[in-house]
């Protein structure tokens, strides 16, 4: 069973930056993909960016030229460097973890942006 810690979220001002993390307790690349979602309040949790084994990516459209998804294999980490944060941004933020049908996520980051 693995375990995905994420870390990094915070308080930021709107226009700032964070970078997310997300350690895995064993390869990512044993992984179909590895993603992060966000969950606003009152909001149903959402895919914000997905990295596949290829090293293939996605966004939602929301963070696409803001948001950068990247991973450090050696390290069994994969991040997302935010950008150009916007009040909308706020929520918790979530890592997940795909092997077939079998999901896994972390327990989540707070990531707050204010006006």
């Known amino acids: 069973q693995v375990q995905l810690v994420e870390s990094g979220g915070g308080l930021v001002q709107a226009g700032g930056s964070l970078r997310l993390s997300c350690a895995a307790s064993?390869?990512?690349?044993?992984?179909?993909?590895m993603a992060w979602f966000r969950q606003a309040p009152g909001k149903q949790r959402e895919l914000v960016a997905i990295i596949r084994t290829s090293g293939s990516t996605n966004y939602a459209d929301s963070v696409k030229g803001r948001f950068t998804i990247s991973r450090d294999n050696a390290k069994n980490t994969v991040y997302l460097q935010m950008a150009s944060l916007k009040p909308e941004d706020t929520a918790v933020y979530f890592c997940q973890a795909r092997l077939l049908e079998l999901t896994t996520w972390g327990q989540g980051t707070q990531v707050t942006v204010s006006s």
């Open positions: 064993k390869s990512i690349l044993s992984f179909n993909h």
